[in-house]
């Protein structure tokens, strides 16, 4: 409601903008229930409200970022300015509020930064929206700075996509098909040559929490992120440790789960990206879990070979409750798509 709200009345609002000071920006990370607080917390939130201000002022003063005294790491500077390079932005929102993934090796990220992109030779207040992804390191200092998937399109108000027909599901359950045989067969080649170089990859895991106060056993989900060597990189040791791998698929339908988005649909904003949502069954010699799979598709439109952008997974039961997919990390919305 915020962000539609914000959409609307922008043109509204946008000649007020014109006559005010650049505003400096609070900025409030949150983590999921029975996460621990990581100590760096604090400094992430600080480090991006300063990055975020200096944004704002940069933009008001028609001048380049100074990125000079900001904690960033050198990829994460020279990240945001050659984003600036193309054109500049603001933060339009004094206070921004979202929530921080917590990764096993204690990096962070947070991805949906209200961004407005404004060209040069338009005024303050007039753009449009798009949101950044920014990582932190453990100790709270920026190493990335990007605009999310879709970098020069407006927000879509349609978190799902479109549900894809019949003819087309079909051809792209034959290629889910493959990558599952894939990892029965320990294929890892195949499975290699299937995600693309800059995939992501995040994988949950259910862990016990910390006891609090006199509460009985918690549980919560640890999500861990990689790159595609390192996925490869563990995969290639979990093929080597277990005699055999089963693994497979049930599509979660039409309808959603539970009211939620279909198993396969295609993006409003890039055609040629699809969202495939499957339960997974994972039983091998010495490991077996059940968990909500979500794949990111892209179809060349040139008929090259589909590759993968994203995989994501996440447990569907917690301490013997049913949990339902994440939004954040299951559809195509969750990726700006």
Same mark, same amino acid.
């Given at each position: 409601? $915020? ?68 904690? !960033?790491?050198?990829?994460?500077? $020279?990240?945001?300015? @050659? ?24 990096? !962070? ?47 879509? !108000? ?9 003819? $087309? ?10 990558? @599952? ?12 040559? !299937? ?58 339908? =039409? ?17 040629? $990206? ?26 060349? =439109? ?36």
């Amino acid at each position: 409601m $915020k962000r539609t709200r914000r959409i609307l009345f922008q043109a509204v609002f946008a000649l007020l903008f014109v006559t005010l000071p650049a505003h400096a920006v609070d900025v409030t990370l949150t983590v999921d229930e029975h996460v621990d607080r990581p100590s760096a917390l604090a400094a992430a939130q600080s480090n991006l409200a300063a990055v975020l201000t200096e944004i704002n002022r940069a933009q008001k003063a028609k001048e380049a970022v100074s990125v000079k005294n900001l904690r !960033m790491d050198e990829f994460a500077k $020279k990240s945001l300015a @050659r984003l600036w390079a193309v054109t500049p932005f603001y933060c339009d929102d004094e206070e921004v509020v979202e929530r921080c993934w917590v990764f096993k090796n204690g990096t !962070m990220m947070v991805s949906h930064i209200p961004l407005i992109i404004t060209p040069e030779d338009e005024n303050f207040g007039l753009g449009t929206y798009q949101e950044a992804v920014v990582e932190f390191d453990t100790k709270g200092q920026l190493i990335d700075f990007r605009f999310a998937l879709d970098a020069q399109t407006a927000e879509s !108000m349609e978190r799902c996509g479109t549900v894809v027909d019949k003819e $087309k599901q079909m051809i792209i359950l034959q290629y889910v098909e493959r990558f @599952r045989t894939a990892y029965n067969q320990k294929d890892i080649s195949t499975i290699e040559k !299937m995600f693309s170089d800059d995939a992501l990859i995040i994988t949950g895991r259910v862990v016990m929490a910390k006891p609090q106060g006199d509460q009985g056993a918690q549980f919560k989900v640890e999500y861990n992120k990689q790159n595609k060597q390192q996925y490869i990189s563990n995969l290639r040791r979990a093929f080597l440790r277990n005699k055999w791998i089963d693994v497979k698929f049930s599509q979660i339908g =039409e309808n959603g789960e539970n009211g939620g988005c279909a198993g396969i649909t295609q993006s409003t904003k890039d055609k040629t $990206k699809y969202g495939v949502r499957l339960r997974q069954s994972w039983k091998s010699s010495n490991y077996s879990d059940e968990g909500y799979l979500f794949l990111l598709w892209e179809f060349p =439109e040139d008929g090259g070979d589909p590759i993968i952008h994203v995989r994501t997974w996440q447990p569907e039961m917690v301490g013997g409750t049913h949990q339902k997919p994440d939004d954040n990390i299951s559809t195509l919305g969750g990726f700006d798509l």
